[in-house]
């Protein structure tokens, strides 16, 4: 039984670390705490209660966390803190010894929060209390969906991952894939209509992997969720390659809300390093999957993750991954620089990269991804589109996307703000990040 005296006039501040899955889990956790009672802090006040979700996707997010934790300690130094997140579950004790950490949360435990508060008065001296189960044990789909503005939603639709790819660490993290229900799904949705929401992007860590905890799949959900009035557009946030069939490119072709945005990680462009970090697919297929959604949609965006550097990556085999990925018909590349993750099978590969190395990769494809955008924008200006602007601050020039991703920015008008508004896509703005547009008169 809860105690919800325990909560009775309490603030608490929330910080997020990491993907759009963290942010989506933050704010169902504020709500959680919201739904005791527990009032969010306004800027410079001190709080209560203070929420840390975390990240360990490389070494690098692992220091940012530690430092994070640090910091938000000196800002309310009274405050009972809890540390939750693939970092805290990755590496509990580590974030126990923190000063000023009193509990760390696992990801099995972090949406049942309030299970663990029964007492906030703060520890003095000594380490946080740890309450997490092994990865194997992490068995709970908690729902979350949040929101960065009023504008576009994130609805966690999957957790989790199968897959053990070499480098990393996320299954070790998040546990097995598993998944909502759709019914349960559509239901967010509908409750994002409700708010007055226009976009979804759906989240999880493998979406494609969708339906392994419910018996149901991927096209379903799709499918079902594309029966929602109100919503303008869904996003498919990241899909794993060899699970974006045919099928799910010609539904979203066809499809009233989805939008033609693929974001597709491919991780390295050489057959050899991706055995090497055992993906599930090769670069045959993954060219398939391009030249698919571009006949299927010839203006669709499609987004590529890539990563540089990983154990394996002889200069030879990156001269033959970047001419692979300069020859694909695709609008920008998402490039990270591989990080040694404790655990990982990739350690046990002997030939690795030296950063300098690494840097000067990871500016190569940097360099055509930004000649490959360029290009992508270039070839639609002069095109009608619909564009859902963003909330901009009063006076401040406002920027929307188009369903196929382009970034366009408009004079500050708030009746357009969250409304599709067709426009004509016309050059660049000052500092190239985004083009101008003329208004259409008549607005959808
Ligand atoms: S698909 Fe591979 S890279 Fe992606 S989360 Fe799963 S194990 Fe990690």
Known sequence: MIDRTVFENKTAAYYTLGCKLNFAETSAIGKVLAEQGVRKVRNGEKADICVVNTCSVTELADKKCRQAIRRIGKQHPDAFMIVTGCYAQLKPEDVAHIEGVDLVLGAEQKLDILSYLDDLSKKQGGEGTIVASGTKDIRTFAPSCSSDDRTRHFLKVQDGCDYFCTYCTIPFARGRSRNGTIASLVGQAKEVVAKGGKEIVLTGVNIGDFGKSTGETFMDLIRALDEVEGITRYRISSIEPNLITDEV?????????????????????????????????????????????????????????????????????????????????????????????????????????????????????????DGKLQAFYEKHIGEASAVLFEHARRGNAMHGFTANYIKVEAPYDDALINEPVKVVLAGWNEDKTALLCNRINDVE
């Open 249 to 369: 490119i010609d539904f979203v072709a066809a499809s009233k809300r989805f939008a033609p945005h693929f974001h597709i990680p491919l991780q390295s462009g050489s057959d050899t390093v991706l055995k090497l970090m055992k993906r599930k697919y090769d670069t045959a297929l993954f060219r398939h999957k391009v030249e698919k959604i571009k006949s299927a949609m010839p203006h669709a965006f499609i987004g590529v993750d890539v990563i540089v550097g990983t154990r394996g990556e002889t200069d030879a085999l990156f001269d033959e991954a970047q001419s692979f990925i300069e020859s694909l018909d695709i609008s920008q590349l998402h490039v990270f620089s591989y990080s040694e993750r404790p655990g990982t099978q990739a350690l046990k590969i002997a030939h690795s990269v030296d950063p300098k190395e690494k840097h000067l990769r990871s500016k190569r494809l940097l360099d055509l991804s």
